[in-house]
């Protein structure tokens, strides 16, 4: 499974973006596709995910109501919307997915094993 990340950049505090991911190969067996996101000097961290064959999302409670995750209209894409950016939110972000993720482990970076490059979003103050 490949993934390719994009959408990323500079926005002021209160802006939007849109991130997307596209995966490619081996993908019908993968359960959710994860966004997560990382500063310097921090963990990773989810953002959020949402099930492949489903329409159920998950959502951490930082970007909860702020963040929309969505099928995208090109197959095997997923789309990461992002309102009212803070500049907490300024951090590395990632799409990641796998054959064996379980919903009890769907916040956990170390249960994903296809990882996308991650697209850097940086919002100022």
């Known amino acids: 499974v490949q993934l390719q990340a994009s959408g990323g950049g500079l926005v002021q505090a209160g802006g939007s973006l849109r991130l997307s991911c596209a995966a490619s190969?081996?993908?019908?067996?993968?359960?959710?596709l994860a966004w997560f996101r990382q500063a310097p000097g921090k963990d990773r961290e989810f953002v959020a995910a949402i099930q492949w064959s489903g329409s159920n999302t998950y959502y951490s409670d930082t970007v909860k109501g702020r963040f929309t995750i969505s099928r995208g209209n090109l197959k095997n894409t997923v789309s990461l919307q992002m309102n009212s950016l803070k500049p907490e939110d300024t951090a590395a972000y990632y799409c990641?997915?796998?054959?064996?993720?379980?919903?009890?482990?769907?916040?956990?970076?170390?249960?994903?094993?296809?990882w996308g490059q991650g697209t850097q979003v940086t919002v100022s103050s």
């Open positions: 190969g081996r993908t019908f067996n993968n359960r959710y």
């Open positions: 990641a997915t796998d054959h064996g993720v379980i919903l009890s482990r769907l916040r956990d970076p170390r249960a994903y094993v296809y």
